[in-house]
């Protein structure tokens, strides 16, 4: 298949590339950018015109719910929404049932991904037996399965030791550790920050010092070990210093903030939103604020969409009760662009934030439009409005605070491997 995508406007932040031009695609690489090859005829013209050609979108936390949570979504569902949110390379926390703990396990999941020929899907194995957080997993079977990344997910590790022996196995082998800053004992059973709406509301909350406890934790066992390690979804303004702090002295670490805590706050949870229940609570606006400045200014990588889609009748419950969760994924692109637009971000430097940041973080051949790479790319247009609703979300999770909401920016085509695998 010969692909021509003309006159786009055509951002690669990896390259450093913002200028109108055409893209040339055979066979599932990228051929030429600009000049096309001699003799080269096109099946497939995509009229660009308008539009920004980038390269497909990374997202650095997606749950696909399988294997075995089906009744939440299955995995078509959930890579019909990602390639309608532009998303062609994407990691899978192993919070699965059973979880990623077993290389049969990621096999199975990476040929069931590989057999959709849609985005390209990198688990990131468990990091403890069961994600029990007390024995390490054989994380070298698991790497050589396809695991790019180890993590618990949202569940807890059983004491510093077993933290400090995983990132020690890790840095032997060089593996990155993903972390969820939180501490449990403190966290406890809460479900909403500690501030003045869940004092109103009666809800149990999440001091901000459980994301700082457990950061401090892992930073001083990061820099003793020399593990690289990712923070996964940062969401106060104290543990943005902290990473910026811990950045400055060199360690090698990187962090992700999740789209929907650089729109919303505790304030969104006033009127019991259920679809607001999410992992790590929604805090302080002062907080979000230092989120959306930690990211212009680079502290904070990346931006991954979180995306859980639940079932509806676990939202239809009390917001103490109900699952924490919302499906994200179509709404990254359209909320990254709110972000940049309301910061004065230039536009580049938003799409590094979901493709070659992440591509980075996940050490993937990805995030970029360099000739011989392969052509996974999102076109969209940034002026297009269009309502979230859930009628037409394809996810099989319409858990998102943001329904009915206006946004501004709507993907038209996904390519993933050249193939159009979206399109409006």
């Keep these: 298949m010969r692909i021509l995508i003309k006159d786009g406007r055509v951002i690669d932040p990896e390259n450093g590339m913002d200028t109108v031009n055409d893209v040339y695609i055979v066979a599932g690489k990228i051929v030429a950018v600009g000049d096309g090859p001699d003799s080269f005829q096109a099946n497939h013209v995509i009229n660009a015109r308008g539009l920004v050609v980038c390269p497909g979108l990374v997202d650095l936390s997606v749950r696909l719910r399988e294997p075995g949570l089906q009744y939440k979504a299955t995995l078509e569902s959930e890579m019909k929404a990602a390639a309608a949110g532009g998303v062609t390379s994407l990691a899978c926390p192993p919070d699965t049932d059973p979880p990623l703990d077993e290389p049969g396990l990621v096999e199975m999941l ?8 849609q985005a390209h899907v990198y688990p990131i194995g468990a990091l403890t037996q069961g994600l029990k957080g007390e024995q390490l997993t054989e994380m070298a ?18 004491g510093s030791r077993v933290m400090m022996q995983a990132m020690q196995y890790a840095s032997t082998f060089n593996f990155r550790v993903w972390l969820r800053p939180e501490d449990d004992g403190i966290a406890d059973s809460g479900v909403a920050h500690d501030g003045e709406v869940a004092t109103r509301l009666g809800l149990p909350a999440v001091p901000v ?5 457990a950061l401090s934790k892992i930073i001083l ?10 923070l996964c979804r940062i969401s106060s303004a ?45 805090r302080g606006i002062s907080d979000r604020d230092a989120l959306r400045s930690g990211l212009a ?13 639940v079932d509806e009748d676990a939202k239809l419950v009390p917001f103490g009760e109900s699952e924490a969760g919302a499906t994200s994924i179509e709404l990254l692109l359209s909320l990254v662009l709110k972000w940049a637009e309301e910061k004065n971000i230039p536009l580049a430097v938003a799409v590094a934030k979901v493709t ?21 790319l999102c076109i969209f247009d940034p002026e297009q409005h269009w309502r979230v609703e859930a009628s037409t979300l394809r996810s099989q999770g319409k858990n998102t605070p943001f329904l009915g909401m206006e946004l501004q920016g709507k993907v038209k085509y996904t390519l993933a491997n050249g193939i159009i695998v979206y399109e409006d």
């Design 238 to 282: 104290e543990g943005v210093a902290m990473v910026r702090e811990a950045r400055q002295q060199g360690l090698p670490i990187t962090c992700d903030v999740a789209v929907n805590h650089i729109h919303l706050s505790e304030m969104d949870i006033s009127f019991f939103d259920s679809n607001c229940h999410l992992i790590p609570p929604l």
């Design 141 to 158: 079977e698991l790497h050589d399965a396809g695991c790019v990344a180890f993590s618990q997910s949202d569940k807890l590790l059983l």
């Design 110 to 117: 990476k040929d069931r991904a590989r057999s959709l020929n």
């Design 297 to 309: 200014d680079g502290t904070i990588d990346a931006v991954c969409s979180d995306h859980a889609p």
């Design 209 to 213: 010092c459980a994301e700082t406890i």
């Design 221 to 230: 066992i990061a820099k003793g070990t020399g593990a690289k390690v990712h």
């Design 356 to 376: 070659s940041e992440p591509a980075k973080i996940l050490g993937i051949e990805a995030g970029d439009l360099s000739v011989g790479a392969g052509a996974d």
